[in-house]
C-alpha cells in the first residue's frame, strides 16, 4: 500500500494527462514528459484537463501500482509550476495529502469539494 512517508518523492505532472492510460501508458508519460524512471520509488501525479480526477503511479518494489481518485463535484487544486518548461513538480508528502483531501495549498483552507 501506499505510505505517504517523509523520505517518499512525489513528482506532479504539470500538464493534463489523457487518463484513460492505465499502467504502460502512465509508465511512458513518466519516462518521456517527466523524464523519470518509475522504478526509482517515486510517485508520480498525473490530472485530466478538469482537474476533477487524478491518477497516481507508484512502483513498491514489486510491481506497478496505478490509483485513481474521481471528484463527483468540484475539483482538485493544482499548483502552479514555477519552471513549467520542465513538465513536472517535486513536492513533499505532505503536500501530495494535501492535494487530495481537498486542502488549497495557495491559502491553506479547506476547499469545499463543490466550488467550481
Known amino acids: 500500500m501506499l505510505n505517504l512517508t517523509?523520505?517518499?518523492?512525489?513528482?506532479?505532472?504539470?500538464?493534463?494527462?489523457?487518463?484513460?492510460?492505465?499502467f504502460s501508458g502512465l509508465y511512458a508519460m513518466t519516462?518521456?514528459?517527466?523524464?523519470?524512471?518509475?522504478?526509482?520509488?517515486?510517485?508520480?501525479?498525473?490530472?485530466?484537463?478538469?482537474?476533477?480526477?487524478?491518477?497516481?503511479?507508484?512502483w513498491d518494489g514489486t510491481g506497478l501500482w496505478v490509483m485513481t481518485k474521481r471528484l463527483?463535484?468540484?475539483?482538485?487544486?493544482?499548483?502552479?509550476?514555477v519552471d513549467a518548461a520542465r513538465g513536472k513538480l517535486c513536492l513533499k508528502p505532505e503536500a501530495l495529502s494535501l492535494l487530495i483531501n481537498g486542502v488549497d495549498m495557495r491559502d491553506g483552507g479547506l476547499r469545499p469539494w463543490y466550488q467550481r
Open 6 to 22: 517523509g523520505t517518499l518523492r512525489v513528482y506532479l505532472a504539470v500538464e493534463p494527462a489523457d487518463l484513460r492510460k492505465s
Open 31 to 58: 519516462v518521456s514528459v517527466l523524464e523519470e524512471r518509475p522504478e526509482s520509488g517515486g510517485v508520480f501525479v498525473f490530472s485530466n484537463r478538469r482537474r476533477d480526477r487524478i491518477k497516481l503511479l507508484y
Open 72 to 81: 463527483e463535484k468540484g475539483t482538485f487544486s493544482w499548483p502552479q509550476a
